[in-house]
C-alpha cells in the first residue's frame, strides 16, 4: 500500500492515492507539533526552578530568546525534534483543527530545523470521530498506528504509540492556549478551507509559516528568519505608479472602421481597450519616431470608430464582454473629445446586445446624429442625438452580418448599411420628434443582372451623389438613384430607389477598404492581391501600389497631409507613404495570443513571441520592431543570457532554441520531451540553463560563457504537475519552482538536481529573480475566491521594491514587496482587453512590459514615483475596492 501511494505510482486507484495524500498532510502537521514541543521542552529545561524568575525572563517580550518574533511564544517556534511528552499541559476547551482541504502529492514530508520526513502512507483513520485532519486532546492521530515508508519492518511498541498520543494531545492544549490573538481571532482557529476555488491564509505556526488554500489544497510557506512579526511587513499601496508609455499593434486583423485621420494630424485607431492616438514622426514613406495619446475610458474591447465632421470628436464602440464574476457587461457608445480625451457623451447603455459592430456620424448636419449597428442576431439599427444622448429611432436591420454603415453626405435622412450579400437603403423620418418616435424604412439593393456578392464590406458615397461598393468578388459596383422595375413585386412600384449602373473588375478577390481622397480620386484595397488602386472618374485605374506579403492585405485606408496615405492591413500593421514612393511601417504587432516575454539585461529592449509563431525584439526607445523571425511553431517563453548575447526560446512541442540577438541565427536546437515547454530562464552567472516543461521536469542544462553551446547537466524531478515558474538564487546554486497544482519546491542543482525535501531550511535563501507566483513574499497579491489560475505572471522590480502582477481579468496589479500580508491593496492599470499572460520590468526599472493574450496588444509602461490618488484600504483584484489608475 505504502508503494503504491508513493508520488512515483502510477497504477494506485485514485482514490487510494487521494486518501494516501490526505494522511501525508496530517503527518506534516504531526511533525510541525512535535517541533514545536521540542523546542518548549528545551526552554523549560533552560529555565530555573524559580517560577517567578521565569516570568522576569520571559514576561517582557523584549527579552525573547533571539530569532523570535516579539509577540510569539517560545513554545510555538520550532527549533529542533523532541520525543519527550509536555508535563504540564492540561485539557483544552475543545479540538482544534491543524489540517484541511485535500493537499498537492508532495515528495515528501518535511520537518523545521530537522532531519527531513521520507513521507508515507498511513491507514484510513476510520475509527477516529471528527473530520479527517483534526486532532482531538487525548486522542492519538490515526497515521500513528502504520510506520512510515522506509522505517524497520517491526511494527513499533505500544508504549511508544501512547506517548506519541498524549504528545499530540499536550501540542494541541498548548496551541489553544498560547496561540497568537491575530491568528486565533478570540476564537479557536478555523477547521475548514472554504469551498472549492477559495484562497484563505492563516498562521500555521506563529513565527514558523504561514498557510493560504487555493481550490481546498494547503499550501505552507515558512517566514523568513529576519521578519520578526508579520506587523513590521510593508501593508500599503506601493511607492511607484505607472503611465501607459506605448502601445505596440493595431486591430486590423479582424475589425473594419478602425483608422482615421483627425484634424489635428494625429492618427486615431484602437487595440485592446485603448483607442491610440499616434502622430508620425518623419516624411512620407520615412521613419515612425512620433508620439502617442491614448483615450482609456473604454472596460472592454473596441470595435470599431467613427470620427465627427470638425475633426476632434470621436465616436467609438466597445464589445460586451464579461466581469471579474463572469457576470456580462453591457456594450456602449463613447463619444470624446480628441484634444482632452474627455468623455462628452456615453450612449446605448442596454440598448445594445453583445458589441457595437458599426459606427457613423451624419454629415449634411454637422454631425447631430450617430448611427449604430450593433452585433445582435437582429443587427438592431438606431439614430441617436448626439447632443442630448437620446435614441430616436430603432429597427431590426437584418439576421445576416453588417459590416459598414454610413450617412448620405448630402442627405441625413438617407442611411447605407452594407454586409453580407447585401446593400440596404434606408431612410430615416421623425428625428425632430420625440425620442424613439423616428420611423426607419428599407429598401432593398437589387443587383438585377450583376452577380450577387459574398459579402459587400466597404462602400464610398461620391460627390455626384452616387454611391461605389467593393464586394467579396473584386469588383467596385456604382449604384444610382433610378425607378425600380414595375414589375418585380415587392419592390416599392414605381418609387425611386438605388439600382448598379456600372461595374469594374479591380481586384484579385476581396475589396476591403475604400477612401475618397480629397482631388475627388478613389483608392480602393485588395485582400488576396495586395494592392492599392488609384480610380478617376468613370473608374478608370490611375495608379497603383502593392503591399508586402509579410504585413498582410489591406484592410483600411486614410488619407493624411499632401498625398500621404496611412494603411492599416490584416497583420496588425499600420504602414505610412504614398503610392508613388511605396510605404513603410509605423505600428506593427503580433496577430495572435501572447505569452513569452523577456527584457535585455542591459538595453531598453524586449522580446515577445506567441501563437502568431513571430518572435519578436521590440525597440523599447524607438518604439519600433527590430526584428523578427518566423519560428514555424508556437513559442510560449524566453530568456536572455545575462550577457545578452544570446536568447532561449521554449516552444510547445518541446523544443528549445538558442538564438544569436545580432544575426538571428540559430546558434542550438534542442528538445527535450514532446510536450509545451513553459519557461526558460538562466542562472544569474550564465552557466546554467533551466528549462520547465509540462511533461512536470525541470530540465538543466550547462551553458559555456557566451551562451551559444550547451550540454545537459542533469533533470530536476518531483513535481506531481507541470512546471508554470521557477526563479534562480542569486548565487546560482539553487531553484524555486511552482506547478500546476500548486506546489512550491526547492532543488539543489549544483550538488546534483537534488529535490530539497526540508523546505524549511530554504526560507532564508535569496533569489535573483522572483516571477514565481507562489511564495511566502508574494503571497498576499492572490485575491480571495480564487480558483489557483486567476494571476497568470509575477515579476519583481531589481531594486526589490515592487511586485507587478499579470491577472486573467485583463487587469496589471503593482504591490509592494514583500507582498506577504493577506489583502495587500494594489494599484490597477486597465486597458488591456483580455487575459493578461506577462509582465516583466526592464533592467532599470525605467519601464513595466505586458502582454495581452487574445487581444495581442503589447503595452509599454512608464514606473513613476508615488500617485497623488489616495487608496481606500481594500482587497487587491477587486475591481470594486482595488485602486484603478
Known amino acids: 500500500m505504502d508503494g503504491a501511494a508513493g508520488p512515483g505510482a502510477g497504477t494506485a486507484p485514485e482514490a487510494l492515492r487521494a486518501l494516501s495524500r490526505r494522511l501525508q498532510a496530517q503527518e506534516e502537521e504531526m511533525e510541525l507539533v512535535k517541533a514545536a514541543l521540542a523546542e518548549a521542552l528545551r526552554l523549560l529545561r533552560m529555565r530555573t526552578p524559580d517560577r517567578d524568575g521565569d516570568r522576569d525572563r520571559y514576561g517582557d517580550s523584549s527579552l525573547a530568546p533571539p530569532g523570535l518574533p516579539p509577540h510569539c511564544s517560545p513554545a510555538l517556534v520550532s527549533r529542533g525534534t523532541q520525543t519527550e511528552p509536555l508535563e504540564d499541559s492540561t485539557p483544552g476547551p475543545g479540538p482544534l483543527s491543524l489540517s484541511n482541504g485535500p493537499p498537492g502529492p508532495r515528495a515528501g514530508g518535511e520537518v523545521p530545523g530537522g532531519a527531513p520526513s521520507e513521507g508515507g502512507s498511513c491507514s484510513s483513520g476510520a475509527g477516529l470521530p471528527g473530520p479527517p485532519g483534526v486532532l482531538r486532546p487525548g486522542q492519538p492521530s490515526a497515521r500513528l498506528d502504520t510506520p512510515r515508508r522506509n522505517s524497520s519492518s517491526s511494527s513499533p511498541s505500544e508504549r511508544p504509540r501512547q506517548k506519541l498520543s498524549r504528545k499530540a494531545a499536550s501540542s494541541a492544549n498548548l496551541l489553544l492556549r498560547l496561540g497568537s490573538t491575530e491568528s486565533r481571532g478570540g476564537r479557536d482557529p478555523p477547521s475548514s478551507p472554504g469551498g472549492p476555488g477559495s484562497r484563505r491564509s492563516n498562521y500555521n505556526l506563529e513565527g514558523i509559516s504561514v498557510k493560504m488554500f487555493l481550490r481546498g489544497r494547503p499550501i505552507t510557506m515558512y517566514i523568513p528568519s529576519g521578519i520578526r512579526s508579520l506587523e513590521e511587513l510593508p501593508s500599503g499601496l506601493p511607492p511607484t505608479t505607472l503611465n501607459l508609455d506605448w502601445v505596440y499593434g493595431y486591430r486590423g486583423r479582424d475589425s473594419r472602421s478602425n483608422l482615421f485621420v483627425l484634424r489635428s494630424g494625429e492618427v486615431v485607431y484602437f487595440i485592446a481597450c485603448v483607442v491610440v492616438l499616434y502622430r508620425p514622426g518623419g516624411g512620407p514613406g520615412g521613419p515612425g519616431g512620433g508620439g502617442q495619446r491614448h483615450y482609456r475610458g473604454h472596460t472592454d474591447c473596441v470595435r470599431c470608430l467613427a470620427v465627427h465632421p470638425d475633426g476632434i470628436r470621436v465616436a467609438s464602440g466597445q464589445t460586451a464582454g464579461v466581469d471579474k464574476d463572469g457576470k456580462p457587461l453591457q456594450p456602449v457608445v463613447h463619444i470624446w473629445d480628441s484634444e482632452t480625451l474627455l468623455k462628452l457623451q456615453e450612449l446605448g447603455l442596454g440598448a445594445f446586445e453583445r458589441g457595437v459592430g458599426s459606427l457613423a456620424f451624419s454629415v449634411a448636419d454637422q ?119 414595375s414589375r418585380m413585386p415587392g419592390r416599392g412600384g414605381a418609387k425611386e430607389t438605388y439600382g448598379i449602373v456600372a461595374q469594374a473588375r479591380a481586384h484579385e478577390g476581396s475589396i476591403f477598404a475604400l477612401c475618397l481622397r480629397r482631388d475627388g480620386t478613389v483608392l480602393s484595397g485588395g485582400g488576396r492581391d495586395r494592392r492599392l488602386v488609384q480610380w478617376g472618374q468613370g473608374l478608370v485605374a490611375l495608379q497603383e501600389a502593392e503591399i508586402p506579403e509579410h504585413f498582410g492585405a489591406v484592410r483600411a485606408i486614410a488619407e493624411g ?325
Not at 468578388?473 to 444610382?480: F, K, S, V
Not at 530568456?639 to 516552444?651: E, I, K, M, Q, R
Not at 550538488?751 to 508574494?778: I, M, P, Q
Open 561 to 885: 497631409p499632401g498625398s500621404e496615405l496611412l494603411v492599416g492591413t490584416t497583420k496588425n500593421a499600420l504602414l505610412r507613404g504614398d503610392l508613388a514612393q511605396g510605404f513603410s511601417p509605423v505600428i506593427q504587432g503580433h496577430t495572435d495570443e501572447l505569452w513569452g516575454l523577456c527584457t535585455h539585461p542591459a538595453q531598453n529592449c524586449f522580446l515577445t513571441c506567441g501563437h502568431d509563431r513571430q518572435l519578436c525584439l521590440w525597440d523599447g526607445e524607438g518604439h519600433a520592431l527590430a526584428w523578427s523571425l518566423d519560428l514555424k511553431e508556437t513559442g510560449l517563453c524566453a530568456d536572455f543570457h545575462p550577457s545578452g548575447a544570446v536568447v532561449a526560446v521554449g516552444l510547445n512541442t518541446g523544443r528549445w532554441l538558442v538564438l544569436d540577438t545580432e544575426t538571428r541565427e540559430i546558434v542550438s536546437d534542442v528538445t527535450d520531451g514532446n510536450e509545451q515547454l513553459s519557461v526558460v530562464r538562466y542562472s544569474p552567472d550564465g552557466l546554467y540553463l533551466a528549462i520547465g516543461s509540462h511533461d512536470n521536469t525541470i530540465y538543466i542544462y550547462s551553458v559555456s560563457s557566451d551562451g551559444a553551446k550547451s550540454s545537459r547537466f542533469g533533470r530536476c524531478v518531483g513535481h506531481s504537475s507541470f512546471i508554470t515558474h521557477l526563479d534562480w538564487s542569486k548565487d546560482s546554486n539553487f531553484i524555486m519552482s511552482n506547478s500546476g497544482d500548486y506546489e512550491i519546491l526547492y532543488w539543489d542543482v549544483v550538488g546534483g538536481c537534488k529535490l530539497l525535501r526540508n523546505r524549511y531550511e530554504s526560507r532564508d535563501r535569496e533569489w535573483a529573480t522572483y516571477t514565481c507566483v507562489l511564495g511566502f513574499h508574494v503571497y498576499g497579491v492572490w485575491p480571495d475566491g480564487s480558483d489557483g489560475t486567476d494571476i497568470n505572471s509575477l515579476c519583481r522590480s531589481h531594486n526589490e521594491r515592487v511586485v507587478a502582477v499579470a491577472d486573467d481579468f485583463c487587469k496589471v496589479h503593482l504591490f509592494q514587496y514583500p507582498c506577504a500580508r493577506a489583502k495587500a491593496p494594489s494599484r490597477v492599470f486597465a486597458g488591456h482587453g483580455s487575459h493578461v499572460t506577462s509582465v516583466r520590468f526592464t533592467h532599470d526599472d525605467a519601464y513595466l512590459v505586458s502582454l495581452g493574450g487574445k487581444d495581442a496588444s503589447i503595452f509599454q509602461w512608464r514606473v513613476l514615483g508615488a500617485g497623488t490618488v489616495t487608496p481606500s484600504r481594500t482587497p487587491s483584484l477587486s475591481p470594486a475596492s482595488s485602486l484603478d489608475v
Open 367 to 485: 454631425g447631430a446624429f450617430l448611427c449604430v449597428v450593433d452585433d445582435s442576431n437582429e443587427h438592431m439599427l438606431s439614430v441617436w442625438d448626439c447632443g442630448r444622448g437620446t435614441k430616436l429611432a430603432e429597427i431590426k436591420s437584418t439576421n445576416d452580418s453588417v459590416l459598414a454603415v454610413g450617412f448620405s453626405p448630402r442627405d441625413s435622412s438617407c442611411i447605407i448599411t452594407s454586409g453580407k450579400s447585401h446593400v440596404h437603403f434606408w431612410n430615416w423620418s421623425g428625428g425632430t420628434g420625440a425620442p424613439g418616435n423616428g420611423v426607419l424604412a428599407r429598401k432593398q439593393g437589387v443587383f438585377g443582372k450583376y452577380k450577387k456578392p459574398k459579402f459587400i464590406p466597404c462602400f464610398v458615397f461620391l460627390p455626384d451623389g452616387d454611391i461605389l461598393t467593393g464586394d467579396s468578388e473584386g469588383n467596385i459596383l456604382t449604384w444610382g438613384r433610378s425607378l425600380s422595375d
